[in-house]
Each structure stands twice: as structure tokens, then as C-alpha cells.
């Protein structure tokens, strides 16, 4: 990826006009064919050639000849054309990688305060399986990865707008593209978490508050792991909402209660003598769905 302003500033104005050009023409074809990037890019086709080298170099596209030779944005050309942060003065730097999964990319950024920024990758290897279970995509015939990432990102940040600061969710800052600037999380994911005996049942107990905080606010995360969930001396946060639905989604009560089932499970598999043996998932969601949850040792 670009990895801080001055590689961007390194980038001409002509170069983002050829990135936005490719970005345009891959609204209509996974491809874009070399004759049509004049137009898309505004650029001659002598400068188009031009620029094209340039990119090319920088890894920020690639080509592939068919039947024609056509172009395609790499997610580090894309990463170039979130530069708006910059531009807004969101960002002034891009320092060490916070987290690199098989959908996204964290990195710490400098401003006036640490931030996060989050850059989606789905659909990049598989958007076609990304395009199939996300709600966001399901009317669109012609999606491309830059599309799904792009609408991911969307998606994450008008949540998060809507949570915080009711849920404990890292408080959003900007977006732009397939990339959003956050607060950056404190303490450690769950996953690498060690809870003390008398830290477990409060702990999932504040997860499942948090998540009836959001099904009150309008909202079922759909993705809940012990990936997902932030310890830290203030209590918990939890992150990673693109694929949130609505609580009058057909599917939303189903979905509360997969994410409770996957959440309480994994207490009960890390820690077998302090989480509850038996838990009625269902009822739990129940109680979460009407405000009236208290603790996982009622159900």
C-alpha cells in the first residue's frame, strides 16, 4: 500500500487522473480497455501511455492482455486515490500496520491525536462469493472488488456514525473510498485476552450489553468473534461492523442469536470452569432484543 503522504505527494496530478480514469471504466468492466482511458482519464493517449508507465511501476495497476489490452486497479492504487485524507488533513502520516486479515488492513496514522485507518479489502480475491452474501451488493449485477470494498467501508462507517457514542464502537473520523479513519483501539482483541476467574462472566456479560446498546440503536453486528471485541481497562469495545443489518432486517432476531451463540461459546471453550455450562441462546437474544438483559447467568 502507499504508506504515507510523501509517497503520494511523489504521484503527479496526471497520475491520479489516469487511477480515477481506470476506477471509472472498472464501473463497467472488470477490465478497462486501453482505447477507452483517454476519455475516462481526460488525458491525451500519448499521456495516457505516459502515465500508464509510471503506475505500472508503482505497482498501482496491472494489465492483462484478451482480446484487448485492458487495466485494473491494484489495492495500492486504489489506497492512492483515498488520498483525500490527506488532501482534508485527516492524516498526516501512515506509521506500522495495527492488523492484516484476510479483509482489511489497519495501519496507526498520524494526526492530532493516534488514529486508525482501516482499509477494506473484500471481494479483492473472492468478490464474487463477497458479492453473494452481502446484503450491500445484492442488486448489482456488474460488482467489482474496488465496489464491494468501497461499500464495506460505507457501510462500517454510517454504523459506526450511528452507534457511537452509545456502544462502546471506536469512534469514526472520516471515510473515503474503501478506507475509514477511526479511533484507534485500546487494550487487546479477546482472542489474546487472559480473563481472571472473577473477569469472565463480567466480561461476556458486558460484550452482550454492548450488543443490546446497538439492537436498541437499530442495529445486529452479524460478525461476532473473539476477533471482534477489545479488552481494556475501561471495559470493552467492540469493532468490525461492515456486515451489520438493520433490526428490521427479515433475518435480524436469527442473526442476534448467532452472534450470541458464537460469542458465548467461546467463553465456555476458553474458559470450561468460570463461563455458565448451559446457555439458552435464544433466550438470551430474547432479553437482548426487549432491553432486558442482565446476565448470561439468568439464562
Not at 487495466?71 to 495500492?76: A, G, P, R, S
Not at 437499530?218 to 443489518?245: C, K, L, R
Request: proline content about 3%; overall charge negative; glycine content about 6%.
Amino acid at each position: 500500500m502507499v504508506q504515507n503522504v510523501a509517497a503520494l505527494r511523489a504521484l503527479e496530478s496526471e497520475d491520479f487522473y489516469l487511477l480515477s480514469g481506470v476506477e471509472q471504466g472498472m464501473r463497467f468492466s472488470e477490465w478497462v480497455n486501453r482505447g477507452e482511458l483517454p476519455e475516462y482519464a481526460g488525458l491525451t493517449g500519448e499521456e495516457v501511455g505516459y502515465r500508464l508507465d509510471r503506475c505500472m511501476e508503482r505497482d498501482l495497476i496491472r494489465r492483462k492482455t484478451m482480446q484487448y489490452e485492458g487495466y485494473q486497479l491494484t489495492f495500492e492504487g486504489y489506497d492512492a486515490l483515498a488520498r483525500a485524507f490527506a488532501e482534508r488533513e485527516t492524516v498526516q502520516g501512515v506509521g506500522a500496520p495495527l492488523g492484516v486479515g484476510k479483509e482489511s488492513d489497519v495501519f496507526e496514522v498520524q494526526s492530532y491525536q493516534p488514529f486508525a485507518l482501516k482499509f477494506h479489502r473484500e471481494g479483492y480475491t473472492n468478490f464474487r462469493e463477497v458479492n453473494r452474501e452481502r446484503e450491500y451488493t445484492a442488486d448489482h449485477h456488474h460488482v467489482s472488488w474496488f465496489y464491494t470494498a468501497r461499500k464495506a467501508a460505507e457501510r462500517e462507517h454510517e454504523v459506526l456514525e450511528a452507534l457511537y457514542p452509545n456502544v462502546s464502537v471506536p469512534r469514526p473520523v472520516d471515510q473515503n473510498r474503501h478506507a475509514i479513519v477511526m479511533e484507534k483501539l485500546a487494550g487487546v482483541e479477546l482472542s489474546r485476552a487472559k480473563l481472571t476467574a472473577e473477569q469472565v462472566v463480567p466480561i461476556l456479560d458486558l460484550v452482550l450489553r454492548e450488543l443490546e446498546r446497538a439492537y436498541d440503536a437499530g442495529y445486529v453486528h452479524v460478525d461476532m468473534s473473539e476477533y471482534n471485541v477489545a479488552v481494556h481497562e475501561d471495559g470493552i469495545t467492540i469493532f468490525g461492523w461492515p456486515q451489520a443489518v438493520a433490526t428490521d432486517h427479515e433475518n435480524a432476531r436469527e442473526l442476534l442469536e448467532r452472534d450470541v451463540s458464537n460469542v458465548v461459546r467461546y467463553f465456555q471453550r476458553k474458559y470450561p470452569g468460570e463461563a455458565p455450562d448451559s446457555v439458552d441462546d435464544a433466550a438470551v437474544a430474547a432479553a437482548i432484543a426487549t432491553g432486558e438483559f442482565d446476565s448470561v447467568r439468568d439464562h
